[in-house]
């Protein structure tokens, strides 16, 4: 026998044996999708012969552009501190609405009265349920002076809990924001502050509905029981729904306030506790409450190891959180000569800029330059102003997509001398 005859042998050989094993392969899958095929059969379900991926899928509504009309269909207290009142909409021409993002948020453009006439002003408030076609859900705080502080109420949260009425019209922008849960099946930790749960109720109704194998954990700072809100239905979550950790954190709480019963943990949260009470996991970090409980926490989960990509967060003011890891700076870090000079071409104004100026909308207003503007905050896009020559810089991505050439004076600084259109 030559070699190459045994070389022949030796191919020949293999190329049956992987032959075979795949022959074997193959018949295993067909009998197993036979008995499939069986059981499907007897159960009154029909096989179709075109795989579920070749389905022709329905469009997804699109969001509309500028302002709808929806009804107050329902009003309902929802703290006993009656602070806390969540409003439930429905479109006005009973079409379907498109889906959002769990953690998004509705502006509104409110007829508020004023001492002279109406005003018209804009603002921004989380959703605070999971999507449904035929109407959304906000809740909404009522917004008192600060003690000792000689400052109005707030104007757009006493508007609607005293003058809006079941019945009543409101005009809306369709739900918008990049604060919001990601679709994929990692652990995930919610922790809201004050009425900084309402995003963290969207996340979580979605989480429990579309996900319920999700491990998902809750921790809801506030005083005391009568500012908690929604306290039946998180505590008959917590009981239904086995993957959910319910964590009721009370800082200052009632004498009748009972720990283990009323509350979970005596003190703000913070990352002492988290690092006590959560396993060791790849968890995502969604976070949204006052900027004091933002500051100290985002911070102290960057300490503790947790990767930026996981810390997600929405702060009353998000433009004043600090990061640490791979934060954009401001102009203030990068700029330190003082020779920037900020010119509003409308105004005929020219200023020269300082670090400690603030934002671009608060440059204009301490110079006596009117710009409108709505929540302050990069969500609504009240202020975006065309930018004619130069740069600007924010802290961190606004909500609201500025259009190319334009920015949004409430939370950016010049990087360059710059021309506004203002």
Known sequence: MTSLSLLLWIVSGIVLQLAIYFGIGFWRHWQGYQALRESATESGLTVSPVAASAMPEEAPLSAWSGYRTFSVERKIIEDAAQS???????PEDAQPLPSFLPGQFLTFRLDVPGTAATEQIVRCYSLSDAPRADGYRISVKRAVPPRDCEV????????????????????????????????????VVLIGGGIGIT?????LNWCLAEQPGREVWLFYGVRNSREQVMKAQLETLAVEHPNFHLWLCFSDPLPEDRAGHDFQHQGRVDVSLL???????????????????????????????????????????????KRRLGAVPTTADQVTRNDIVVTFAKSGKQLAWQPASGSLLEFAEANGIAVYSGCRAGGCGSCQTTIQSGEVAYRNPPDYDPEPGSCLLCVCSPKTSVTLEA
């Open 84 to 90: 806390v009142c969540s409003f439930y909409l429905v």
């Open 199 to 203: 995003p963290m109720l969207s996340m």
């Open 275 to 321: 690092r006590t009470q959560l396993p060791l996991r790849p968890y995502h970090f969604y976070i949204c409450g006052p900027t004091p409980m933002m500051d100290s926490l985002v911070t102290a989960l960057e300490d503790w190891g947790v990767p930026e990509a996981r810390i997600h967060f929405e702060a009353f003011g998000p433009a004043s959180i």
């Open 152 to 187: 109005p109420p707030g104007r757009s949260s006493n508007h609607l809990h005293d003058h809006i009425a079941v019945g009543n019209r409101l005009q809306v922008r369709a739900p918008s924001g990049h604060f919001h849960i990601d679709r994929s099946d990692a652990p």
